[in-house]
């Protein structure tokens, strides 16, 4: 049996290249927070202990 020929609409390269950015855009904050800052906090003498507990606060959804 043959197969009824479908039609996918085209998406225009300025929607995609949109959606790209905000979703690079929504990405840097929490990717800066979950890597980057603990590695400050480190530096600027945080203990290990408060920077744990941050980051499971943070899992948790606090």
């Known amino acids: 049996m043959p197969q009824p020929n479908v039609h996918q609409p085209e998406i225009p390269k300025g929607i995609l290249t949109t959606l ?4 690079v ?3 840097l904050p ?3 927070f979950a890597h980057a800052l603990p590695v400050f906090w ?5 203990s290990l202990t408060w920077i744990g507990a941050l980051k499971l606060l943070i899992a948790l959804g606090a």
């Not at 790209?20 to 979703?23: F, G, H, P, Q, V």
């Not at 480190?42 to 945080?46: F, K, L, N």
């Open 25 to 27: 855009a929504q990405g």
């Open 20 to 23: 790209l950015a905000l979703y």
């Open 30 to 32: 929490s990717g800066l």
């Open 42 to 46: 480190r530096e600027a003498g945080v």
